[in-house]
C-alpha cells in the first residue's frame, strides 16, 4: 500500500509543474518582447563622418530609409542591406558623386566614390602624359562641386624654309663721277631652313622656339661701286657744265595720256610732250627745272602724281603700250642741271 500512494503523488503535483513552468516561459517572452520593441542604438559613418543614431528599424536597408539616404548601385555600403540591426551595429556608407571631367575637348560627368582627383581620373580612363596640366591638381581632394579639366600639352619639332635676302654692299669708286655706279658682283638670296619647337595646348600652337638653323644654300650680297669723282655733262662745243646736284639710285617708271585717266595738261599747264615732259617730287626736282636721266636724255620736270615720291621719276609716253613696255628701271643716275636746258 505505501508504494502505491508513492506514485499517486507525482500525477498530483504535475499541474502544479505545468502552470510553473508557463509562468517562466511566459516571462521569457514578456522580455523578448520588451527588447525587441525598444529601440537600437547604431553608429552611421557617412563619408567619413560618424555618428550615432537610436533606431526601431529592423535591417540596415529600413535604417537608411529612416535617416532618409539613398543608396545607389555605385555607393559602398557596409554591411549589406538586409543586415539585421543590432546593438552597437556600425553602418558605413560611401556615397558617390557625378564630377565633371574636361579633357580632349569633351566634358562628361564621372559617378564615383573615389576622393582624390587622380584615382577619378583613373575611374574615368583617362591617361595622363608627362606635359599635361591638371587643376585641381592630381593630389586634391574634391568635392560635389569641383571640375577636373586636363589640359593637353603637345611638344613638337617643325621646319620651316626661309629667303634670306642679301645685302647691297658700296664701295667707293673715284674713276666714277659724281652719282655714277657700276654693279661689281649682283646679289642672289639664300635660303635658310628654320627648326622650331611648338608647344601646343589643346591643339593651339602658343609658343615657338627657334632651336637650330641650317643654310641650304648660302646667299650673295650685291657689291656696288659708287663714283667720287666730279660729275661732268659735255655741251656742244666742248664746253664743260656742272651739274648742281646729282641724283644716284633713281627709278623710272613710265606713263601715257590714256593710261592714267586722261592727261592733257600737266602739273605746270603745259601739254604733255614725249621726249620732254617728266613727272617728279618737287621736293626732290623743282618744277620746270631741266635735268639729264642716264640712258634717256634731256628732260623737263613738269607734271607730278600721287605715286611719285621721293627718288622716283614718271617718263611722259605718248603710246600707252610703249609706256607698258618701258616697265621699272632701278639703279639710274639722274643729273639736276636748272631752270635752263644747256646746249646740245
Known sequence: ME?????????????YVLGGAAVIALSVLSYFFILSTQPKEVTLTLDGVTQSYQTMASNVKQFLKEQNI??????????????????????QVKLSWAIPVTADGQTKKVRTVERSVDKILQAAGIELRKQDRVEPALTATVTPSTNIVVTRVDEKVVQVEQRVPYQEIRQADSSLAKGQSRVLQEGKEGIARLHYK????????????????????????????????TPLLASRGGAVDRARQVLSNVTLTAYSADAGGGHGRTAT??????????????????????????????????????????SIIDVYIESSSEARRFGRKRGKTVYIIGPKKPEE
Do not use: F, H
Open 70 to 91: 539613398k543608396i545607389s548601385d555605385a555607393d559602398i555600403l557596409t554591411p549589406a542591406a538586409e543586415t539585421p540591426i543590432s546593438k552597437d551595429l556600425n553602418i
Open 3 to 15: 508504494i502505491e500512494k508513492n506514485r499517486i503523488m507525482p500525477q498530483k503535483l504535475l499541474p
Open 269 to 310: 599747264g603745259v601739254r604733255a610732250t614725249e621726249g620732254r615732259t617728266i613727272a617728279v617730287d618737287p621736293n626732290v626736282i623743282p618744277l620746270g627745272w631741266w635735268v639729264y636721266i642716264e640712258g634717256v636724255g634731256y628732260r623737263r620736270a613738269e607734271d607730278t602724281g600721287g605715286a611719285i615720291k621721293g
Open 198 to 229: 611648338l608647344t601646343l595646348v589643346d591643339g593651339k600652337e602658343v609658343s615657338r622656339e627657334l632651336i637650330k638653323t641650317d643654310v641650304v644654300n648660302a646667299k650673295r650680297d650685291r657689291v656696288l661701286a659708287y663714283g667720287t669723282g
